[in-house]
């Protein structure tokens, strides 16, 4: 028995699924992320309705960072329901490949003596093309979400940049507000990273 050849099919679903769990890790961090920017943006609307009239332009852009963060998260769950339903894909494909792998040393040990077993290798490997053409359209529909959302965090940038600007209009209260309009950017900034990282991801390797 040829060992490596057969193993050979599997490794690449193996590799599939790696990137699937990589991905889930990116998605993770950035909920978390999303909720600290909410808990953040909770913060600095106290802190601007301290700071009185001062501060109502950063007061009216927390909000907007709250709805920022709230909306990030749901763009996030999106993403997670997709990619747990992927894993149930290639794992079919693993099994898929399995099958075939066994068919195919199957017809080389009997030749053609074994009835039905060429018949069964060419459903199976129907089935496998099936399979990945669904995880293909899970891949497209993915990259397309992460897309999605870099163009809703690239407004939390824009709304941070002008956090950072009304900060300086805060009276005593404006190194406080600076340093929260900071964090925000730094913290948008990380998200930005991470949907860099799940773009280049591909649930199928061509």
């Keep these: 028995m040829n060992a490596p050849e ?49 501060a109502l332009g950063f007061g009216v852009l927390s909000n907007e960072l709250r709805r920022f963060a709230q909306d990030l998260t749901r763009h996030m769950a999106s993403l997670r329901d997709m990619t747990s339903g992927s894993v149930g894909s290639v794992t079919g494909v693993v099994q898929q490949q ?25 459903r199976g490997a129907q089935r496998l093309a099936e399979q990945h053409g669904r995880l293909r359209a899970l891949d497209l529909r993915l990259r397309a979400a992460v897309e999605e959302t870099q163009q809703l965090v690239e407004l939390g940038g824009v709304l941070a940049r002008s956090a950072k600007i009304e900060a300086a209009y805060g009276g005593g209260f404006s190194p406080a507000l600076m340093q929260v309009s900071t964090d925000f950017a730094e913290v948008i900034a990380q998200i930005k990273r991470s949907l860099e990282v799940l773009g280049k991801e591909r649930l199928v390797k061509d």
Excluded at 98 to 120: F, H, K, T, Y
Aim: net charge positive; aromatic share 2%; proline share 3%.
């Design 6 to 54: 057969k193993l050979k099919i599997p490794s690449r679903s193996a590799s599939e699924l790696t990137c699937i769990v990589r991905v889930n890790e990116e998605i993770k961090s950035i909920v978390a992320t999303a909720f600290r920017i909410n808990l953040m943006a909770l913060n600095a609307i106290f802190l601007a309705k301290r700071a009185g009239n001062a």
């Design 98 to 122: 399995r099958n075939s792998a066994i068919l195919l040393q199957a017809i080389r040990l009997s030749g053609d003596g074994v009835p039905g077993v060429r018949e069964a290798r060419k």
